[in-house]
C-alpha cells in the first residue's frame, strides 16, 4: 500500500465511526494495522473537500468489486462435506484452511521487534534463525539490529544455511513459542530459509551492521557470502529496471530523498533516472543536485534505502519486475 494509499484509507476509517473501522481492522494484518493507526494519529485539519474525495472514490471501486471469493472458507468446508463425507473432509479443511497451527508465530507479528529480540535472544540461534524466517523479513531485520554482533552474524549465516524446517525443529520451535507450528514424523519439511531469505532480510538492514553480519559470514563461507550478496538487491540495480518500472517508482518517491539517494550513485544510474522524467522534471533534478553540496554517507544510505523498501514493495505488488542481481555498493566521495 503506497504513502497516498494509506493516508487515503486512514481518513475513510475516520470517517466510518468506531464500530465500522472496528470490523475492518479485523481483516488488516499486522503491518497494514501499524501503519493505519500511525496514520489515523497523525491526520489534523482535513477539509472537507478531501473526506468527500476519499469517500467519492472508495464508491467507485467498491462498486467495481462482485462477492466472489467472500464467505469463501465456509464454501469450501460445505462443497468438500458434500463430496467427501465429513470424516474424509475434516482433515483436508484443515490442510486447506488452516495449514497447521502458527498462533504462536501470529502474537510475534504483533509486537515490536525490541520486545520479539527480547524474548528470543537466549534461545539457540538455530532456533532463533527458524523463528524469524516465519516473519516478515522487514520485522526480522529489526529484530536482528537488537542482537550483538556475534550473535546477529551467527543467526543469518544459519537462516542462510537453513534449506527446510524439520520435523524435529518445528517440535522444538513449538516448544519455544507455544504451538508455533504443529508437525510430525510424517510432516514434509517447509520450503523456507536459505540464501535468497538471507538475502531479503539483509535488504532491511542498516548499512553498518548489513557489512558487519556479511564480513561475519564471509569469515565462515566467502563461497556462501558472494552468494547471499548476489541475490541482494541494492541502489544501482535500479541500472537494471525497465524504463516503465523506473516511471512507476519514481511516482512513489519524494524528489527530496531522490536528490539525497542519488548523491554518490553512478552517472550512468543518473541518466537512467533523468530519462524517465519529463524533460522539465529533469532539468529540476540536475539543478538540485548540483545545489544540494555534500551529503553524509549515512543520509545518503539511509534515503536509498527507504527507496529500495519502495522497489519491493511494487515488487511484491507485481507493479515493477526487478532485473539483475546485487554487487558491491561504494561511497560517496
Known amino acids: 500500500m503506497s504513502d497516498e494509499g494509506v493516508h487515503k484509507s486512514a481518513i ?20 497494514e494495522v501499524q501503519k493505519l493507526g500511525a496514520t489515523m494519529a497523525t491526520l489534523t485539519n482535513v477539509s472537507k473537500d478531501q473526506v468527500e474525495l476519499v469517500l467519492a472514490e472508495f ?21 468438500l462435506k458434500r463430496a467427501l463425507g465429513d470424516d474424509k473432509a475434516s482433515s483436508l479443511i484443515d490442510r486447506i484452511l488452516h495449514g497447521g497451527d502458527t498462533s504462536g508465530i501470529e502474537r510475534l507479528r504483533w509486537m515490536d521487534a525490541a520486545s520479539v529480540a527480547e524474548l528470543i535472544k537466549n534461545e539457540h540461534p538455530q532456533i532463533i ?27 543469518m549465516l544459519r537462516i542462510a544455511t537453513l534449506e527446510g524446517v524439520q520435523p524435529a525443529a518445528l517440535r522444538e520451535l513449538n516448544d519455544v513459542l507455544t504451538k508455533v507450528l504443529t508437525g510430525g514424523d510424517k510432516i514434509k519439511k517447509s520450503t523456507i530459509g536459505g540464501v535468497r531469505a538471507a538475502a531479503e532480510i539483509l535488504n532491511f538492514m542498516a548499512s553498518a551492521e548489513e557489512s558487519s553480519v ?31 518500472s523506473i516511471q512507476l517508482l519514481l ?27 519529463s524533460q522539465r522534471a529533469a532539468e529540476m533534478l540536475k539543478d538540485d543536485l548540483e545545489a544540494k553540496g555534500a551529503v553524509r554517507v549515512s543520509e545518503v544510505e539511509a534515503e536509498q534505502k527507504e527507496i529500495l523498501k519502495v522497489v519491493r514493495r511494487l515488487a511484491e505488488e507485481g507493479q515493477v519486475v526487478l532485473g539483475g542481481k546485487g554487487g558491491e555498493e561504494g561511497f560517496v566521495e
Request: proline share 2%; charged share 35%; net charge negative.
Open 12 to 31: 475513510l476509517l475516520m470517517t466510518l465511526g468506531e464500530e465500522e473501522a472496528a470490523e475492518v481492522f479485523k481483516y488488516l494484518t499486522p503491518k
Open 59 to 79: 464508491r467507485v471501486k467498491a462498486g467495481e468489486k462482485t462477492t466472489l471469493g467472500q464467505d469463501s472458507d465456509d464454501y469450501i468446508r460445505k462443497v
Open 129 to 155: 534463525a527458524t523463528i524469524l524466517v516465519h516473519l516478515e523479513h522487514d520485522q526480522a531485520s529489526e529484530v536482528l539490529g537488537h542482537f550483538p554482533d556475534r550473535l546477529r552474524g551467527d543467526v
Open 214 to 244: 556479511l564480513g561475519a559470514i564471509r569469515d565462515y563461507d566467502p563461497e556462501l557470502a558472494q552468494r547471499i550478496q548476489d541475490e541482494m538487491f541494492v541502489f544501482e540495480n535500479l541500472l537494471d529496471m525497465d524504463d516503465r
Open 251 to 277: 511516482r512513489e518517491v519524494q524528489s527530496e530523498s531522490l536528490i539525497i539517494a542519488l548523491k554518490g550513485t553512478s552517472s550512468e544510474l543518473r541518466e537512467k533516472i533523468f530519462k524517465n522524467m
